[in-house]
């Protein structure tokens, strides 16, 4: 609250505008806490309410009333647990849109259909919130699957609830694509990036990019198959590559790349800095684009686990048709 009545007095200020990037931040920032204390002010009173009523269930001895009371405070205490890294999730990016990129490893058909399952659990995780999920570019795989795509989840804190998932995400089963029916390990890659706009100033120099068109391919492809309406962009002192496909016009996918490539180059940055804040070798190591992170396996039995934080479930199909909430929050959690 005293930050929140700080950031609220920062507002009124008469010469607030004269800066207007400096503006923008803070009032980002004060409509983003304001939603975060109104929403913990309804939970605190809800516990109220809570309380009252298991007060009176014991007075009346009604055991049923009593154990209800229980659950909705065990509920409670999990949402206020949500909103406790609601509330941490503080820098400016967090409450960006969010870029996610998903890229399959080796192995073929067996690695393209891991991304699709991949695909399919972000989108389902993003619309139970509810996030909005946008194909922005796809490549499918050859017999099944896909090579990579990239989804925007539009909505606030997307971003911030997103970071952590960067990194190498392994599956273990009996693969569909095996005649054999042997078990198959395969591996997929995951980027994720907040969505920047106007605001913020990224320099990109012409002669720093390479452009390239090619004809769409995979789900929402289809009526631009016939011309070379999609757009990649290599930023050459990076070596990051960037694709759109999901407009008619080469101009609209040109400029939806270049705001994704601008994109990309702030969360460079931000994770340099970020690794710059880490004081351990093996904080550092979470970073790392090549790093696993998590494992699901689906036999000889089912388990998901969170290899940073230690997060373990058994409903392995759970987390996969979305329930990934939990290993979100311990690594946020974990993170500050």
């Known amino acids: 609250m005293h930050k929140l009545e700080e950031l609220n007095q920062a507002a009124e200020d008469p010469h607030l505008w004269d800066h207007q990037e400096k503006a923008r931040i803070l009032l980002q920032e004060r409509d983003s806490l304001s939603q975060i204390v109104t929403k913990i002010q309804a939970a605190e009173d809800d516990v109220q309410n809570t309380l009252d009523f298991l007060n009176l269930a014991e007075d009346e001895n009604d055991i049923q009333a009593l154990e209800e009371g229980e659950r909705t405070l065990v509920q409670l205490d999990q949402s ?50 509810p996030y909005k999920v946008t194909l922005i570019a796809e490549s499918v795989g050859e017999e099944a699957g896909i090579n990579s795509c990239t989804l925007q989840i539009q909505g606030h804190q997307a971003y911030g609830w997103l970071k952590k998932e960067s990194g190498v995400h392994r599956l273990v089963r009996i693969s569909p694509f095996d005649s054999s029916a042997r078990r198959h390990t395969s591996f997929a890659s995951v980027w994720v990036y907040p969505v920047v706009d106007e605001n913020f100033h990224i320099q990109v120099e012409d002669k720093d990019v390479r452009i390239d068109t090619f004809r769409a391919s995979g789900a929402g492809g289809q009526h631009v198959n016939t011309t070379d309406s999609a757009i990649r962009i290599t930023h050459i002192p990076t070596g990051i590559v960037v694709q759109c496909q999901t407009q008619r016009s080469q101009h609209k996918n040109r400029a939806q790349a270049m705001a994704m490539l601008k ?25 790392g684009w090549g790093n696993q992170i998590r494992s699901y396996v689906l036999h000889p039995y089912q388990m998901v686990k969170d290899l940073r934080t230690g997060v373990e479930k058994g409903h392995a199909q759970g987390v996969l048709d979305g329930d990934l909430t939990p290993y979100l929050e311990a690594a946020l959690a974990q993170d500050v």
Do not use: C, F, P
């Open 80 to 129: 206020l647990e949500r909103l406790r890294i609601e509330s941490l999730l503080r820098h400016e990016a967090d409450t960006k849109d969010a870029y996610l990129e998903i890229n399959a490893g080796a192995g073929g058909t067996e690695a393209h259909d891991w991304a699709l399952m991949l695909q399919r659990m972000y989108s389902r995780w993003a619309e139970q919130h």
């Open 263 to 287: 994109s990309r180059l702030y969360d460079v940055e931000l994770r340099k800095k970020e690794e710059q804040a880490q004081t351990s070798h093996s904080e550092k190591k979470d970073i």
